[in-house]
Each structure stands twice: as structure tokens, then as C-alpha cells.
């Protein structure tokens, strides 16, 4: 059965970031995950994280700057050196809340562009090679181009033969059901070729992104078809409820039983 992460970045706005964490283990989650823990204090997390008895599945390296656009370094060949010291950053957080896995967000940039395939890839080799130090497995994510246009990395099938051409033993993708959908569809055809590198799943119902079970997927059967496929992590609900947070975790209550 299914694990689930509370996305604390999309869930439980309706309280103060750092309050998020009891409000997810009230709500039955023991794992988190959320896009950028950097606004805060590492050591304040892992109070937090203690405090609530959570595990903290994932979060990203520093996108560079967000709100002026950015969404991520690592393809940006002018800014490699700004990439390297987000991955200080990155692991100094990931070894005080003891998170198992990061997520490297690709940039805007053009997938044709050799500069930035070079950028990319040694972004990856070198993250791989840091995180690997401290056991971490690294991620990268394909983001549609409806959500994020110009996103470098909007392809699954790009980003697995990546994985395989580099092929380090911490790399792994990182496989959102809400993005695979808009990208490719084809969803559980999907899961059945690429388990094997899978290192974490996202899931939201499409095309809204709110709760699963409340779009055009039969959410329910892919999450039972991760099970028979023996996925074992787990599934971050990078969902934005549709109204009250809690209220909307009702979709639970059609998982599958245990047995």
C-alpha cells in the first residue's frame, strides 16, 4: 500500500509554513515534502520534523531566483557557478533534516541547444558525485509545458535515456503522474517500462491539479498498479486542494485496504 508525503508547499495553506508540519501529522501523514526549505532554518525543520515524528521524503535545490523567473540552474551554462553553490546549500539542509533525496530542477532553456545539454549533464555528474558522499539519491522530474513553458527537461523519455547514458547508481527520476499525463499520457505503460529508475512519484488529478480521484485519470488504479509493480517510496501529493485541506483528504478513504 502506498506511502504518502503531504506537499507542504501546495497543502495546508491555510496556516503559516513551518505550522504545516503539525497540520500534516494531525492529518495522519508521517512524511513531507515541498518545493524550497530555504527561506527557513535548516535546524527549525528538523525540530519540527522531530517534533511531529515526520520523515522529510524530498525537497529541491535552490531554483535560483524564483520570483524573477527562474525555475532552476543546472542547463544554464552561464550560471554553473551559481549551480555549485546551490548544491552547498542543498546538502547542508539535507543532512540536518535527514532528508533521503533531492530534486534537481533542469531551468528554462532550449533541449536542442548543445550548451545546454553539456550544462545539464554536468550539473547532474556533479550533484550525483556530492549527494553520493552522503548516500543521497539524486532526482530530475519532467515538468510539462502548459505549467512551465521553456522548462529544459519535458520529456520522460529524454530524461530515462539520460539516466541510462550517465548511468550513476543515485540517479533516479523522479515520476509525477499529473506531468506524465499531459506530456505523454500512456500513464501505467509508463510505470511498467520505467520502475526500475523510478526513485520517487507524484501524483494530482489532471487537468486541474486538485485531489486525486477528481479528474480525468483513474487515480486509484494507478496508485493499486504502483503496488503491483512493487513501488515501494513514496507518493508526494503535490496536489493544491480544491477548497479546505482536511476536508478534501477524504480521497483516502478510497485507497485500497492493507492485506
Known sequence: MSRFAANLTMMFNEVGFMDRF???AKAGFDAVEYLFPYSFDAGQIAEA???DGLTQALF?????DWDGGERGLAALPDRQKDFRESVKIALSYAAVTGVGRVHMMSGLADRTDRAAQKAYC??????????????????????????????????????????????????????????????????????RQMM???????????????????GELDDFRILREMDALGYTGYVGCEYRPAG???TGLDWMSRLPSKG
Open 196 to 214: 526500475p529508475i523510478i526513485g520517487h512519484v507524484q501524483i494530482a488529478a489532471v487537468p486541474l491539479r486538485n485531489e486525486p480521484g477528481t
Open 60 to 64: 529541491n535545490l535552490p531554483p535560483g
Open 22 to 24: 503539525s497540520a500534516a
Open 122 to 191: 554536468d550539473s547532474l555528474e556533479f550533484l550525483c558525485d556530492a549527494a553520493g558522499v552522503s548516500g543521497l539519491d539524486v532526482l530530475i522530474e519532467p515538468i510539462n509545458s502548459r505549467d512551465m513553458p521553456g522548462y529544459f527537461l519535458n520529456d520522460f523519455n529524454y530524461a530515462a535515456d539520460l539516466i541510462a547514458s550517465i548511468d550513476l547508481p543515485n540517479l533516479k527520476l523522479q515520476f509525477d503522474v499529473y506531468h506524465r499525463q499531459i506530456i505523454h499520457g500512456d500513464v501505467l505503460m509508463g510505470l
Open 244 to 246: 479546505d485541506t482536511v
Open 49 to 51: 520534523l522531530q517534533r
